[in-house]
């Protein structure tokens, strides 16, 4: 007991690590537990996008048709995006990053509106969307976090921190708390809004299961994408604004 106690005294991040939302069903990986719902559910997320994408461009044409014209127009969607918010020299180089993070974010949020999760049945806990969990969220906002980072510092160099103390150096303190919310209101805010619907037309689907539920439902699939859009539109701006500085 002793061993364990200044374990967790010296590993103070273990104890954030452990904070959860609701029941999970855990997988044992060594001597690690990870959520196995939601290693489930964005498979099946990673396999509908890569089932698109491969039927959408295994027989390409000049004048595009069926789902050739889904995914060009997803492509273009997100190359304009990202010329906005990064600028006409750099985009190229993070559309891959900017259409993964946007891809997978928006078919999370709209499987968790339209997928049945909760019919499948779990020793412990219960299917949602992978936004649903906290643990996703935050990753896809510390992943942002790493991208823009090395977008400066690949640019820049060490030059990059110059930004901390600009345009005064009083301003340091507050700079670098800048930093520190960005991926907390990255992932908070994708997790909040997604938990919430989900939750709101759960109960509704209890109270009243015909009719009542379906424009909340539809209304659903609407905030699921743009919280997806926001994301993405927020990861590259600040791609952006570490490649030109403040």
């Not at 997320?45 to 595009?64: C, D, E, R, S, W």
């Not at 974010?105 to 020793?123: D, K, T, Y």
């Not at 090395?150 to 005064?168: D, S």
């Amino acid at each position: 007991m002793n061993e364990f106690l200044n374990g967790n005294q010296l590993n103070p991040l273990f104890d954030i690590s452990e904070v959860s939302v609701g029941q999970h069903f855990y997988w044992q990986i060594g001597d690690y537990q990870v959520h196995g719902q939601v290693l489930l559910t964005s498979w099946v997320v990673f396999a509908i996008i890569v089932v698109l994408a491969l039927l959408g461009n295994q027989n390409l044409k000049k004048t595009p048709e069926g789902l050739q014209n889904l995914t060009e127009y997803v492509t273009e969607f997100i190359r304009d995006l990202a010329k906005t918010q990064i600028g006409e020299h750099e985009y190229i180089t993070w559309v891959p990053f900017l259409g993964t993070i946007f891809l997978f974010i928006f078919v999370s949020n709209w499987s968790g509106a339209l997928f049945p999760w909760r019919l499948i049945e779990l020793p412990n806990g219960e299917l949602a969307a992978p936004t649903n969990d906290i643990n996703t969220t935050v990753a896809l906002a510390l992943l942002t976090s790493i991208a823009y980072f090395y977008a400066g510092l690949r640019k820049k160099g060490l030059g990059y921190f110059k930004r901390y103390i600009e345009p005064a150096a009083f301003l340091l303190p507050i700079n670098i708390l800048e930093d520190f919310t960005k991926p907390l209101s990255l992932s908070f805010r994708l997790f909040g809004n997604i938990l919430a619907d989900e939750l709101v037309v759960g109960v509704l689907i209890a109270l009243v299961p015909l009719v009542v539920p379906i424009p909340l439902m539809l209304l659903g699939l609407f905030t699921s994408a743009i919280q997806a859009l926001v994301f993405a539109t927020l990861a590259g701006a600040y791609i952006g604004e570490a490649l030109e500085g403040h």
